[in-house]
Nanobody
Framework: QVQLVESGGGLVQPGGSLRLSCAASGFAFDRNAVSWYRQAPGKERELVAIISRFTNNTDYADSVKGRFIISRDNAKNTAYLQMNSLKPEDTAVYYC??????WGQGTQVTVSS
C-alpha cells in the first residue's frame, strides 16, 4: 500500500516562494515517475510538472516553466516542487502522484496579498 504525504503548502504573497514536499512509503519510489498536479476551484486537475524515474528528466506545464522546479531524492523517498515567483493564478490544491495510481491527499497553496 503506497502512502504519499504532501507538505509545505500555505499562504504566500505574490512573487514569493514555497517548496512542497511529497514523502512516499510502502513502495519502490525510485522505480516510478513522480508528478505534481494542481486543482483550482471550479477547474479540472492539471499536470504541473513531472520527473522521470531513472534519468530524472523533467517537464513542465507552460504556465510554470522557468518558475517551478521539480526534483527528487530517492534516498529519502521524497519529491519536491520548488515554486518561485508565485502568482495569484497559482492558487490551488497541489497533489503529488507516484506512477499512475498513487495520489497524495493534497496541500493548499494560496497566493494572495
Amino acid at each position: 500500500q503506497v502512502q504519499l504525504v504532501e507538505s509545505g503548502g500555505g499562504l504566500v504573497q505574490p512573487g514569493g516562494s514555497l517548496r512542497l514536499s511529497c514523502a512516499a512509503s510502502g513502495f519502490a519510489f525510485d522505480r516510478n515517475a513522480v508528478s505534481w498536479y494542481r486543482q483550482a476551484p471550479g477547474k479540472e486537475r492539471e499536470l504541473v510538472a513531472i520527473i522521470s524515474r531513472f534519468t530524472n528528466n523533467t517537464d513542465y506545464a507552460d504556465s510554470v516553466k522557468g518558475r517551478f522546479i521539480i526534483s527528487r531524492d530517492n534516498a529519502k523517498n521524497t519529491a519536491y516542487l520548488q515554486m518561485n515567483s508565485l502568482k495569484p493564478e497559482d492558487t490551488a490544491v497541489y497533489y503529488c502522484r507516484l506512477g499512475l495510481n498513487s495520489w497524495g491527499q493534497g496541500t493548499q497553496v494560496t497566493v494572495s496579498s
